[in-house]
């Protein structure tokens, strides 16, 4: 469980990391908290050439406040999110997910750009991006460029990032016809879900998102439809049905179809006012 | 030897007080010496090249990439160490029948499960090594493999050892009575449940590894060694890689746990004990996450098929059951893979009156990893069994299981006498530890709060389990049967010049304070401060010899040893003392430090008697010539074990929509005899519990069905963790031993026996208003859920 050899770089500005990025063609990952990359690397299921660390980016570290939208830093850690008042106010669907992530070490050094460039289909914050309706700005050699979350998720640890780094997300502020809500069902607290939601209410309108359930953060049109004209439960898990439900040592598909929908009613039932 | 004896008839200021431990500052602050911080020059580092497979032919081995890769120092094939490591077999006489096949320490031509080693590399760092691994090109031709234990004995299975013939490594049969009469009689009902008890490991912080230091100059081996018996592996070295056993010297430091995992012979440690001496250099193994998962010994591993009579009226007729253990392709080295089972079929019901039994053990080879004695060996299953099946008898008969237990434990003024099985059993306390704990957690209490929540579709299920545990074991268990393992241990306490004690023990600390409750005794026995008493364990050249500490015999049979060696340097001591003050010994007495007379007025302090002693002995009488040192050995003699037993119940809360259980309390009450230190204690006994909780609803080592191991990372194998771990409320009785003065039996197996059992029985109290019941561990919400489908299909 030692990492094979890797050159460290540790890059003063953004465009100098595009350009590593570009020298190793390919080789090289780029580093931000480490708590999935170096632990993969170990493993020896990673072996880069060469680890661009992004911690010394301090334009990629950082919460904004602009107008209707919160621009939060790729390098910002769930510890900086949980404790930021901006995020607390404007963005209470933060403060109901982050307290599930993980424990205080890791949030301590995980970041919001690690965990979507990760992509796993059981963390949390694919999932909210995909409730909140965010958008990812991401830079690469070929320039910025904004790609919405509904299009950046695109399988099991597979995203649209092209050789880019993602350099922020771009979440709307809280209105007040909105309600939010969260859940997770796992045995231990801390571990990646069993199954989990986050949702978004606009008015009558919903953009649920599950997350642990399937290869990827996943949102159910129909479902979200089903919610929209007030259906009765039932029904509306019966748009489960479409999902192709993970199937592994902790849970088989039957189970896990079972415990997203306790997930879903269990959010519903604990929306905020 | 009868007690109570004359030492606790008078205050003592140490043995039964809480006393914090005085090594736990030094650990917590990170100045412990576990292996991996052991740094010698000239030391490399070994790292394996591990079976892929489950059931392998090694065709060949191609290393030659990995010699020339940077910074390897050596690298060895199975073959290439099998000329200088005799094999070992796992079979001891007194388990009659066992089989098992010679055992190298890198795969010689077959692989046998997947984490095998079969290449070592020796390189210059651990890193360098792991590198030269991935350049080493094993051809291997899969074999089928026997994985499930329940299809392994099948004809057509694949045979692991065609030299056996068959997969079968062990089968005993224990027949008392008539059991078949007994159910067949009117008036008995008998419930029959199959249990399955999943694999799972010790996942002990620290790692197992070793650093091995051989000195061709004096043809001296230095072992550092993560484990709990030091001379029982002095031997093993010794006998295996043919050097004189007094040119081995085994040392453990600090060890980050044990709870049996290291107490084996596991072929990367002795792989790298030969590396070292074929390099004549230091040599470093430390296995990391991987290695441990797929490498320590499992536990469990049981389908069992059991029933039990009970009458009408609530008294059990019986048990009849049939236990499968799966141990892996071999039987594990030098203590054998067939004690588990041969404890489910000692223990099971032994709490219990009752005279017919019948069981059946099978012990069977399978192409995983090495399944061998963790701790509570056994014991989980035992209880699991016997109260389980009680449980489901009083839902059967409509009577309340605590009620149901009252009815059938051994009376506590019934000792000695025996179990069904035979075991002798005495100094227990049954009946008084059921009525303790119904008090402390308030029974009645709890079943109207139950009935209540039910009311609003909480699910509340309270669960007990009456159990015993194997401690303090006599030759019987290890021995008899040809191991190189010591059931007595020894002591040695000495006085130093400035009045202070050295004593060194044979028994081994790895975590649990055995070096705090031998300072306690000895400080409490002599007549010292505790801060004055400085404790040596786990070196084979320093202390006496002898077995370490497993099977809870540290405190019972180590403890005792050193109580019996600080009594006699203390009647050395006030010998001398009485010569010196001119004065009868029987006026005497030793406090904090200082010869008194019996009413606790100081005449002489130590250090002035020791220093009279070593300095200036013209001082003293010719005639008299004082050693202010002694050595006392211990062994346990007309029992083959002390018993000792608990009750112990949960309380749990399943959540019937996700199959998730919350266990909300756990109560304990242990008669573990004499309490030495109650905090030590209670921190056992709540550590096995939730080692014991772990077994019961998180831990498992899946497979798949040809043989790979699923889950061998600390995010996939489930640990139970703080925030999820209940309230455990411990109370003790205390009911000596008679085979000692000291009255302790051991206490660091019981919660991790016991509560599997409670937690089940609880979690079945739950389901019952539903009609559903669950007989397999662990019981995950997949489990659960499932047997509420069941439920609801009937
Ligand atoms: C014990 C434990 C429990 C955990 N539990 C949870 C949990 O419950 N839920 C959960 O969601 N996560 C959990 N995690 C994972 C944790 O949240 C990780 O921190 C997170 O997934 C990755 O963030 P990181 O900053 O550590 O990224 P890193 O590990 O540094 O990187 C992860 C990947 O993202 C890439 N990357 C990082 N930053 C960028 C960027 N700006 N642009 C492009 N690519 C980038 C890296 O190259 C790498 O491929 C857990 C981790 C541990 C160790």
């Known amino acids: 469980m030692k990492a094979p050899d890797f050159d460290y770089l540790r890059p003063a500005s953004l465009a100098a990391a595009v350009a590593m990025l570009v020298e190793y063609d390919g080789e090289a990952m780029p580093l931000a908290g480490g708590q999935s990359l170096m632990p993969m690397m170990n493993f020896r299921m990673a072996a880069p050439e060469a680890l661009i660390d992004l911690v010394n980016l301090s334009e990629l570290r950082g919460i904004w406040v602009e107008s209707d939208t919160i621009r939060i830093g790729a390098m910002t850690s769930y510890a900086d999110l949980k404790g930021d008042a901006a995020v607390q106010k404007h963005i209470p669907l933060f403060s109901l997910a982050l307290p599930h992530i993980a424990h205080d070490a890791i949030r301590n050094r995980g970041t919001i750009g690690g965990s979507l460039a990760l992509a796993d289909p059981a963390a949390e914050m694919p999932a909210l991006m995909l409730a909140l309706n965010a958008n990812i700005e991401v830079e690469g050699p070929d320039g910025a460029r904004m790609l919405s979350a509904d299009d950046f998720f695109l399988g099991m640890f597979e995203t649209a990032l092209d050789g880019e780094l993602i350099k922020a997300i771009h979440i709307p502020v809280a209105k007040s016809e909105q309600r939010f809500g969260f859940h997770e069902l796992t045995q231990r607290h801390g571990d990646y879900a069993l199954a989990g939601v986050a949702i978004v209410q606009t008015s009558n309108t919903y953009r649920a998102a599950f997350f642990g359930v399937a290869d990827r953060a996943t949102r159910v049109p129909k479902l979200e439809a089903a919610l929209e004209q007030n259906e009765d439960i039932t029904s509306v898990l019966a748009h489960l049905n479409s999902v192709d439900f993970t199937d592994d040592i902790k849970a088989n598909h039957t189970t896990r179809q079972r415990l997203a929908g306790v997930a879903l009613k269990r959010a519903l039932k604990g929306m905020t006012t | ?794």
Not at chain 2, 129 to 134: G, H, S, V
Not at chain 2, 325 to 346: D, W
Not at chain 2, 358 to 382: D, E, S, W
Not at chain 2, 525 to 545: E, I, M, Q, S, W
């Open chain 2, 1 to 794: 030897m009868t007690g109570p004896a004359h030492i606790f008839d008078k205050p003592n200021r140490y043995i039964g007080k809480p006393e914090p431990r005085a090594d736990a500052a030094r650990l917590l602050q990170g100045r412990g010496t576990y292996v991996d911080d052991q740094k010698l020059p000239r030391m490399v580092h070994a790292a394996f090249v591990r079976s892929p497979h489950a059931h392998a032919t090694i065709l060949s081995i191609n290393a030659e990439e990995a010699r020339a890769a940077t910074g390897v120092v050596a690298v060895y094939s199975g073959e290439d160490l099998a000329k200088h490591v005799t094999p070992y077999v796992g079979t001891l006489t007194h388990l009659a029948g066992l089989r098992s096949m010679p055992q190298h320490p890198l795969a010689v031509g077959v692989a046998r499960w997947q984490g095998e080693p079969v290449v070592m590399i020796v390189a210059t760092s651990r890193a360098l090594a792991e590198d030269a691994c991935e350049l080493v090109y094993v051809d291997y031709a899969e074999l089928p493999a026997a994985v499930d234990s329940e299809t392994a004995l099948d004809t057509g299975a694949p045979i692991i050892h065609s030299e056996l013939g068959s997969n079968l490594a062990w089968e005993r049969d224990v027949v008392v009575g008539d059991i078949d009469a007994a159910f067949a009689a009117p008036d008995v009902h008998v419930v029959e449940r199959q249990f399955r008890f999943g694999r799972h490991t010790g996942v002990t912080l620290e790692t197992r590894g070793t650093v091995c230091d051989y000195d061709p100059s004096e043809d001296q081996l230095t072992v550092y060694y993560s484990g709990q018996a030091p001379h029982m592996m002095q031997v093993i070295f010794s006998k295996h890689l043919d050097l004189p056993e007094e040119n081995i010297r085994v040392i453990s430091n600090d060890v980050g746990g044990s709870f049996g995992i290291k107490i084996h012979t596991y072929g990367d440690e002795i792989a790298t004990a030969a590396a070292a001496k074929l390099l004549k250099r230091p040599v470093k193994f430390i296995a990391d996450r991987f290695e441990s998962f797929l490498t320590d010994i499992h536990a469990r591993d049981h389908i069992v098929r059991a029933k039990m009579g009970v009458t009408e009226a609530g008294k059990i007729v019986g048990i009849d059951f049939d236990d499968l253990t799966g141990i892996g392709p071999f039987s594990m080295y030098p203590r054998t893979s067939a004690i588990e089972c041969n404890q489910v079929l000692n223990l099971t019901g032994a709490p219990y009156v009752m005279e017919n039994y019948r069981a059946k053990g099978r012990v069977v080879f399978q192409n995983k990893t090495l399944m061998c004695q963790y701790r509570a060996v056994g014991h989980p299953i035992a209880m699991a069994i016997a109260d389980g099946l009680l449980e489901d008898a009083a839902r059967k008969i409509g009577m309340d299981p605590v009620a149901l237990r009252e009815i059938n434990l051994m009376a506590d003024d019934s000792y000695p006498r025996t179990s069904a099985t035979g075991m002798k059993l005495d100094d227990l306390s049954h009946k008084r530890a059921l009525r303790k704990l119904t008090d402390l957690m308030n029974y009645d209490g709890l079943r109207a709060r139950q009935t209540l929540a039910r009311k609003k579709g909480i699910y509340r299920g309270i669960g007990f389990v009456s159990m015993v545990e194997v401690t303090n074991p006599s030759p019987m268990f290890y021995g008899i049967g040809g191991a190189p393992i010591a059931s007595q241990d020894g002591a040695t306490v000495r006085l130093d010049a400035g009045g202070a004690l050295h004593v060194s023990s044979s028994i081994t600390e790895q975590g649990q304070g055995t070096n705090a409750i031998l300072a306690q005794i000895a400080a409490g026995v002599f007549g010292v401060d505790l801060n004055r008493v400085k404790v040596t364990t786990g070196d084979t050249a320093t202390t006496p010899y002898g077995g370490g500490t497993w099977a809870s015999r540290g405190a019972g049979i180590g403890g005792e040893a050193m109580l019996q060696a600080a009594q006699a340097l203390k009647d050395q001591v006030l010998e001398v003392a009485g010569v010196m003050l001119q004065t009868g010994v029987e006026t005497l007495d030793i406090q904090s430090g200082a010869v008194t007379d019996i009413d606790g007025s100081v005449r002489l302090t130590l250090a002035d008697l020791a220093r009279t002693v070593y300095y200036r002995g013209n001082e003293l009488p010719n005639d008299l010539n004082p050693e202010l040192i002694a050595t006392r050995h211990y062994r346990v003699t007309d029992f083959p074990f002390v018993f000792t037993n608990g009750a112990m119940a949960a309380h749990v809360e399943v959540d019937i929509e996700t199959g998730f259980v919350k266990v909300l309390h756990f109560w304990a009450v242990e008669d573990c005899g004499r309490v030495i230190n109650p905090l030590l204690v209670d921190e056992q006994i709540r550590g096995g519990v939730v080692q014991g909780i772990g077994g019961a609803l998180y831990e498992e080592c899946h497979y798949s069905p040809d043989g790979q191991f699923l889950n061998a990372t600390m995010a996939d194998y489930m640990v139970p963790m703080a925030s999820e771990m209940p309230e455990i409320t411990i109370a003790h009785i205390e009911t000596p031993t008679k085979t000692s003065i000291l009255g302790a039996k051991g206490a660091g197996e019981a919660g991790t026996g016991g509560a599997p059992a409670a937690i089940l029985n609880a979690v079945n109290d739950a389901l019952s208003p539903l009609g559903a019941s669950i007989w397999q561990m662990p019981m995950t919400p997949e489990r659960i859920l499932a047997s509420l489908n069941q439920a609801d299909c009937n």
